[in-house]
């Protein structure tokens, strides 16, 4: 079946500007993840969904960030008054459940942020 | 805050060398230890993973070797292909978390 797919995989926007990034998770999969992967760096942690509930945004750097997964399949990240700093690629990634051998996390190919 | 360190930042072997990356945690809770691959412009996939309840791991030319006393793990690619040349990044968390925590990441290139 197919994969994650991450829509756009590019998004240039100028300072100010507002982005919405969305993720297509593995159909069925309970858990959906946010990362943000800077340049040459490892990714890091933005926020969890369990079906529709968002149960951990504490990785999200501010609140000019906001994710939402209302039916529990399709997830959106959104950023406010983009800055240069968020220029990144963001990954998403989803988990068939949780514990024992579900713990395997599929990732998208990511979207590549760049604020000008 | 970094609770994964990685180590070397790149590696460079040639065609057949037994490239290792090591990796070294701070949080005991951590209980899921895996290994993730990265080509340019994909996402990471996942390699190997393994528990601490056991000290190492083989899958086809990849093993993670685990030391629980000391809080570190390592990968190594048995009979390395140019086709391995990749970012590889370790990576933990808790069963019953739900975060992944990475390391920094390693560039290896396989040199034919």
């Known amino acids: 079946g197919a994969g994650v797919s991450q829509s756009p995989r590019y998004k240039v926007a100028k300072r100010g500007q507002d982005v919405a990034l969305r993720c297509d998770p593995i159909?069925?999969?309970?858990?959906l993840f946010w990362y943000q992967q800077a340049l040459g760096q490892g990714p890091e942690f933005l926020t969890y969904?369990?079906?529709?509930?968002?149960?951990?945004k504490s990785g999200l750097p501010s609140d000019r960030f906001f994710a939402e997964r209302p039916e529990g399949s399709v997830s959106t990240l959104k950023i406010q008054r983009t800055q240069q700093e968020d220029s990144a690629v963001y990954l998403c990634?989803?988990?068939?459940?949780?514990?024992?051998?579900?713990?395997?996390?599929?990732f998208g190919p990511g979207t590549r942020l760049t604020v000008l | 805050q970094q609770q994964v360190k990685q180590s070397p930042q790149s590696l460079i072997v040639q065609k057949g060398g037994i490239p290792i990356i090591n990796c070294a945690y701070e949080?005991?809770?951590?209980?899921?230890f895996p290994w993730y691959q990265q080509f340019p412009g994909k996402g990471p996939a996942l390699l190997i993973a393994?528990?601490?309840?056991?000290s190492e791991k083989k899958e086809g030319r990849f093993t993670i070797s685990f030391n629980k006393s000391a809080k570190q793990f390592s990968l190594h690619i048995m009979d390395s292909q140019p086709g391995d040349s990749a970012t590889y990044f370790c990576?933990?968390?808790?069963?019953?978390?739900?975060?992944?925590?990475f390391g920094e990441g390693t560039q290896l290139t396989v040199n034919p």
């Open positions: 990634a989803s988990r068939p459940g949780w514990g024992g051998r579900y713990n395997e996390q599929f």
């Open positions: 159909s069925g999969h309970v858990s």
């Open positions: 969904f369990q079906n529709e509930a968002q149960l951990d």
């Open positions: 949080n005991t809770a951590f209980d899921y």
């Open positions: 393994i528990r601490p309840d056991v």
């Open positions: 990576a933990a968390s808790r069963t019953s978390g739900s975060r992944l925590t």
